[in-house]
């Protein structure tokens, strides 16, 4: 799950204390290999737990991940450039610092798409 391109790390803050960092990993940027890897520093802890693979939509570019703490409830946004539905980005949610998270969310647009969210769906 882990590969040899790893960067643009999210990081956040839990309600507990603990960090967490989430990166994509990937061969090369423009391959639909990209993922998401997570690695967590426990509360006290001065070693990172071992990265491990989080997150991967099959054949799709997962990346760009961001970490928000919303009055302590987790949130992971991320975009996945080439998944054909033409979403420009995807959550999830946690409530118990990061040990589970809810489904998939996509935005609902109202009206025409916006235009970036056009040229990528046309350009893949």
Known sequence: GILKHNH???LVACPNGDLIA???T????TDPDLALIATRLRFGADQWDQPDLFLDFPDVNDAGPLLWNDND????FWGS????TGFAFQWINSTDNGATWSKVHFPIFV???PFYIRIFRTAY
């Open 8 to 10: 643009s790390p999210a």
């Open 22 to 24: 989430i990166y994509f």
């Open 26 to 29: 990937s061969v090369a940027e």
């Open 73 to 76: 409830t987790l949130k992971l």
């Open 81 to 84: 450039v080439v998944l054909k």
């Open 111 to 113: 009206g025409e798409r």
